[in-house]
């Protein structure tokens, strides 16, 4: 069966790429709950650009395809008789935007924002739309407060362990850096 009814319902919507934020809170919300996921998928032309010929996971479609302009409730037309979403959640990948037609959703609708020290302006739009916002970025939280955006909270970014976990090697550098901007 599709669905537990112990669990939460959530429609997860994201692009897919297996090296974003949103792919591993998706992993993490499977355990635990009821989920259909609904995006585009990473472009090979931005795999190129962004430099990420090293990934080494397959890029996978969503359970149902929207595309930047595909209707939400296009989406919901499409999931399973039966299956309403408690929850709709839209995490930010940078390659993507919200549904046009997000004022028809009637559950509560939360994002989660992560590069709001990059978007600060664009995202403060996007958050009026949604129920509950989370940022990436703590120091943004009062500032997105002091503008009138309700029900903001700081949720760092965390990994997934069965990815990230702690590997035995041994050490070669002193000092060391991953990470862009």
Not at 26 to 37: C, G, I
Not at 45 to 70: A, H, S
Not at 142 to 162: I, R
Request: a positive charge; aromatic letters at 12%; hydrophobic letters at 35%.
């Amino acid at each position: 069966s599709f669905q537990d009814k112990k669990k939460k319902n959530i429609l997860l919507d994201y692009v897919s790429y297996p090296v974003t934020t949103a792919h591993y809170m998706e992993r993490a919300l499977r355990k635990t709950q009821n989920v259909f996921t609904c995006g585009a998928m990473i472009t090979r032309e931005l795999i190129e650009r962004w430099n990420l010929k090293e990934m080494k996971w397959e890029v996978k479609p969503q359970d149902f395809y929207r595309g930047c302009n595909t209707s939400i409730m296009q989406v919901m037309k499409l999931l399973p008789k039966g299956w309403n979403p408690d929850l709709y959640l839209w995490i930010e990948t940078g390659l993507d935007n919200i549904p046009p037609d997000i004022k028809e959703l009637k559950m509560p609708k939360a994002c989660y924002l992560i590069d709001t020290h990059l978007y600060s302006d664009r995202h403060k739009e996007i958050a009026r739309y949604f129920d509950f916002v989370f940022l990436a970025q703590k120091e943004h939280v009062e500032k997105f407060k002091a503008e009138g955006v309700k029900n903001v909270y700081w949720l760092p970014l965390g990994c997934d362990p069965e990815i990230h976990g702690k590997t035995e090697m041994p050490k070669k550098y002193d000092v060391g850096f991953v990470g862009s901007v």
